[in-house]
Protein backbone atom coordinates (compact mmCIF):
# COMPACT_ATOMS: atom_id res chain seq x y z
CA UNK A 1 0.00 0.00 0.00
CA UNK A 2 1.11 3.35 -0.60
CA UNK A 3 2.87 5.00 2.07
CA UNK A 4 4.54 7.91 3.17
CA UNK A 5 6.88 8.66 5.98
CA UNK A 6 8.29 11.43 7.56
CA UNK A 7 11.09 12.40 9.55
CA UNK A 8 10.90 12.81 13.24
CA UNK A 9 9.78 16.75 14.95
CA UNK A 10 12.56 18.70 16.02
CA UNK A 11 13.22 22.08 17.58
CA UNK A 12 14.64 25.17 15.90
CA UNK A 13 15.81 28.44 17.31
CA UNK A 14 14.97 31.57 15.30
CA UNK A 15 16.91 32.03 12.01
CA UNK A 16 17.82 28.46 11.67
CA UNK A 17 16.72 26.14 8.97
CA UNK A 18 15.07 22.76 8.48
CA UNK A 19 14.64 20.23 6.53
CA UNK A 20 12.00 17.64 6.49
CA UNK A 21 12.20 14.35 4.66
CA UNK A 22 9.37 12.25 3.06
CA UNK A 23 10.21 8.51 2.17
CA UNK A 24 7.92 7.05 -0.30
CA UNK A 25 6.73 3.42 -0.95
CA UNK A 26 4.18 1.47 -2.61
CA UNK A 27 4.04 3.12 -5.53
CA UNK A 28 5.98 4.41 -8.71
CA UNK A 29 7.62 7.29 -7.01
CA UNK A 30 8.43 9.55 -10.54
CA UNK A 31 4.71 9.44 -11.24
CA UNK A 32 3.55 11.73 -8.67
CA UNK A 33 4.22 14.80 -7.60
CA UNK A 34 4.89 15.41 -3.92
CA UNK A 35 3.07 18.20 -1.96
CA UNK A 36 3.72 19.97 1.09
CA UNK A 37 1.16 21.71 3.66
CA UNK A 38 1.46 22.57 7.07
CA UNK A 39 -0.79 23.11 9.84
CA UNK A 40 -0.29 25.85 12.65
CA UNK A 41 -1.22 24.80 15.95
CA UNK A 42 -5.29 25.11 16.07
CA UNK A 43 -5.36 26.63 12.58
CA UNK A 44 -6.57 24.91 8.89
CA UNK A 45 -3.85 23.52 6.34
CA UNK A 46 -1.81 25.82 4.63
CA UNK A 47 -0.60 24.53 0.99
CA UNK A 48 3.44 25.28 0.77
CA UNK A 49 4.57 24.02 -2.45
CA UNK A 50 4.87 21.25 -5.33
CA UNK A 51 7.58 19.00 -6.68
CA UNK A 52 7.34 16.98 -9.71
CA UNK A 53 9.27 13.49 -8.46
CA UNK A 54 9.63 12.83 -12.53
CA UNK A 55 11.88 16.30 -13.32
CA UNK A 56 11.92 18.20 -9.99
CA UNK A 57 10.04 20.73 -11.57
CA UNK A 58 8.41 23.27 -8.56
CA UNK A 59 5.85 25.51 -7.99
CA UNK A 60 5.86 27.14 -4.40
CA UNK A 61 3.51 29.21 -2.88
CA UNK A 62 4.76 33.08 -3.31
CA UNK A 63 5.03 33.55 0.71
CA UNK A 64 7.97 31.27 0.74
CA UNK A 65 9.91 32.07 -2.39
CA UNK A 66 13.14 32.57 -1.39
CA UNK A 67 13.46 30.46 1.55
CA UNK A 68 11.75 26.81 0.69
CA UNK A 69 13.78 24.84 -1.24
CA UNK A 70 11.98 21.61 -2.33
CA UNK A 71 13.87 17.94 -3.98
CA UNK A 72 14.02 14.64 -4.37
CA UNK A 73 15.73 11.84 -4.40
CA UNK A 74 14.75 9.06 -7.06
CA UNK A 75 16.73 6.45 -6.23
CA UNK A 76 16.18 6.57 -2.28
CA UNK A 77 11.74 7.93 -3.58
CA UNK A 78 12.43 10.95 -0.89
CA UNK A 79 11.10 14.28 -0.77
CA UNK A 80 12.70 17.19 0.81
CA UNK A 81 11.53 20.38 2.32
CA UNK A 82 13.85 22.79 3.31
CA UNK A 83 12.97 26.20 4.83
CA UNK A 84 15.32 28.87 5.98
CA UNK A 85 15.15 31.95 8.10
CA UNK A 86 12.54 30.03 10.72
CA UNK A 87 10.61 32.55 12.94
CA UNK A 88 7.87 31.31 15.83
CA UNK A 89 5.17 31.84 12.87
CA UNK A 90 6.68 28.57 11.27
CA UNK A 91 6.02 26.89 14.27
CA UNK A 92 3.39 23.59 12.88
CA UNK A 93 2.83 20.30 11.77
CA UNK A 94 4.57 19.88 8.13
CA UNK A 95 3.25 17.17 5.95
CA UNK A 96 4.35 15.52 2.78
CA UNK A 97 0.88 14.31 0.42
CA UNK A 98 1.41 12.14 -3.19
CA UNK A 99 -0.68 14.62 -5.47
CA UNK A 100 -2.76 12.56 -8.01
CA UNK A 101 -4.32 14.00 -10.77
CA UNK A 102 -7.00 13.26 -14.04
CA UNK A 103 -5.04 12.69 -16.88
CA UNK A 104 -8.02 14.34 -18.97
CA UNK A 105 -8.50 17.30 -16.81
CA UNK A 106 -4.69 18.23 -15.33
CA UNK A 107 -7.01 20.89 -12.98
CA UNK A 108 -8.21 18.03 -11.26
CA UNK A 109 -5.61 17.37 -8.96
CA UNK A 110 -5.54 15.92 -5.27
CA UNK A 111 -3.64 14.71 -2.20
CA UNK A 112 -4.58 11.10 -1.90
CA UNK A 113 -2.18 10.11 0.50
CA UNK A 114 -0.44 12.10 3.53
CA UNK A 115 2.51 11.25 5.71
CA UNK A 116 2.28 10.84 9.09
CA UNK A 117 3.55 14.97 9.97
CA UNK A 118 6.53 16.41 11.30
CA UNK A 119 6.10 18.91 14.36
CA UNK A 120 8.61 21.65 13.86
CA UNK A 121 8.70 23.82 16.50
CA UNK A 122 10.30 27.12 16.13
CA UNK A 123 11.80 28.26 19.99
CA UNK A 124 15.00 30.28 21.63
CA UNK B 1 -5.57 33.86 -3.62
CA UNK B 2 -8.68 32.13 -3.71
CA UNK B 3 -10.59 32.41 -0.54
CA UNK B 4 -12.17 29.22 0.63
CA UNK B 5 -14.79 29.77 3.73
CA UNK B 6 -16.48 26.90 5.31
CA UNK B 7 -19.70 27.13 7.56
CA UNK B 8 -20.42 26.58 10.04
CA UNK B 9 -17.05 26.14 12.04
CA UNK B 10 -18.41 23.49 14.28
CA UNK B 11 -21.72 21.63 14.68
CA UNK B 12 -22.84 19.23 16.65
CA UNK B 13 -24.91 16.17 15.41
CA UNK B 14 -26.26 12.65 16.53
CA UNK B 15 -25.45 9.59 15.06
CA UNK B 16 -27.39 8.65 12.04
CA UNK B 17 -28.49 12.44 11.60
CA UNK B 18 -28.07 14.33 8.17
CA UNK B 19 -25.07 16.61 7.90
CA UNK B 20 -24.48 19.24 5.47
CA UNK B 21 -21.06 21.51 5.31
CA UNK B 22 -20.60 24.02 3.00
CA UNK B 23 -17.36 25.86 1.39
CA UNK B 24 -17.69 28.85 -0.71
CA UNK B 25 -14.79 30.25 -3.01
CA UNK B 26 -13.81 33.81 -3.37
CA UNK B 27 -14.07 33.22 -7.20
CA UNK B 28 -15.25 30.75 -9.09
CA UNK B 29 -13.57 27.31 -9.58
CA UNK B 30 -15.49 25.33 -11.55
CA UNK B 31 -15.53 21.35 -9.60
CA UNK B 32 -11.86 21.60 -8.80
CA UNK B 33 -12.69 21.38 -5.51
CA UNK B 34 -11.76 18.47 -2.93
CA UNK B 35 -12.75 17.56 0.71
CA UNK B 36 -10.33 16.31 3.29
CA UNK B 37 -11.64 14.72 6.74
CA UNK B 38 -9.00 15.19 9.32
CA UNK B 39 -9.27 12.99 12.58
CA UNK B 40 -8.15 14.56 16.00
CA UNK B 41 -4.01 14.12 15.93
CA UNK B 42 -4.10 12.40 12.70
CA UNK B 43 -3.18 13.19 8.87
CA UNK B 44 -6.07 14.30 6.55
CA UNK B 45 -7.51 11.88 4.66
CA UNK B 46 -8.75 12.63 0.83
CA UNK B 47 -12.74 11.79 0.91
CA UNK B 48 -14.03 13.56 -2.11
CA UNK B 49 -12.22 14.85 -5.30
CA UNK B 50 -13.93 17.13 -8.48
CA UNK B 51 -16.53 18.26 -6.38
CA UNK B 52 -18.61 15.00 -6.18
CA UNK B 53 -15.92 12.22 -7.03
CA UNK B 54 -16.00 9.71 -4.23
CA UNK B 55 -12.38 8.27 -3.33
CA UNK B 56 -11.35 4.88 -3.34
CA UNK B 57 -12.42 2.98 -0.19
CA UNK B 58 -14.32 6.26 1.48
CA UNK B 59 -18.03 5.27 3.08
CA UNK B 60 -20.59 6.02 0.18
CA UNK B 61 -22.62 7.95 3.16
CA UNK B 62 -20.03 10.49 1.96
CA UNK B 63 -21.02 12.54 -0.80
CA UNK B 64 -20.30 15.90 -2.67
CA UNK B 65 -21.97 18.36 -4.63
CA UNK B 66 -21.74 22.21 -6.25
CA UNK B 67 -19.90 23.94 -9.24
CA UNK B 68 -18.80 27.17 -9.57
CA UNK B 69 -18.29 29.02 -6.21
CA UNK B 70 -20.80 27.03 -4.03
CA UNK B 71 -19.94 23.55 -2.65
CA UNK B 72 -21.59 21.08 0.06
CA UNK B 73 -20.20 17.92 1.69
CA UNK B 74 -23.31 15.56 3.44
CA UNK B 75 -23.18 12.98 5.25
CA UNK B 76 -26.14 11.12 4.90
CA UNK B 77 -25.96 9.11 8.49
CA UNK B 78 -23.55 10.27 11.06
CA UNK B 79 -21.15 7.48 12.82
CA UNK B 80 -19.29 7.71 15.73
CA UNK B 81 -16.13 7.66 13.54
CA UNK B 82 -16.95 10.86 11.83
CA UNK B 83 -15.88 12.90 14.53
CA UNK B 84 -13.11 14.97 12.89
CA UNK B 85 -12.75 18.52 11.14
CA UNK B 86 -13.35 18.29 7.00
CA UNK B 87 -11.67 21.32 5.14
CA UNK B 88 -12.20 22.05 1.43
CA UNK B 89 -9.39 22.57 -1.33
CA UNK B 90 -9.30 24.42 -4.42
CA UNK B 91 -7.14 22.89 -7.09
CA UNK B 92 -8.16 25.65 -9.59
CA UNK B 93 -5.29 27.47 -9.33
CA UNK B 94 -1.96 27.83 -6.94
CA UNK B 95 -1.77 28.72 -4.18
CA UNK B 96 -4.12 25.44 -3.35
CA UNK B 97 -6.25 27.23 -0.77
CA UNK B 98 -8.11 25.31 2.17
CA UNK B 99 -11.25 26.70 4.07
CA UNK B 100 -10.67 27.09 7.82
CA UNK B 101 -12.46 23.58 8.67
CA UNK B 102 -15.62 22.25 9.88
CA UNK B 103 -15.13 20.80 13.33
CA UNK B 104 -17.82 17.78 13.83
CA UNK B 105 -18.59 16.64 17.22
CA UNK B 106 -20.75 13.67 17.85
CA UNK B 107 -23.57 14.56 20.58
Known amino acids: QVQLVQSRAGVKKPGASVMVSCQAS????????ITWVRQAPGQGLEWLGWISAYNGNTNYAQKFRGRLTMTTDTPASTAYMELTSLTSDDTAVYYCAREDYDSSDSYTRYFDSWGQGTLVTVSS | DIQMTQSPSSLSASVGDRVTITCRASQSINNYLNWYQQRPGKAPNLLIYAASSLQSGVPSRFSGSGSGTDFTLTISSLQPEDLATYSC?????????FGQGTKLEIK
Open chain 2, 89 to 97: QQSFTTPYT
Open chain 1, 26 to 33: GYTFINYG
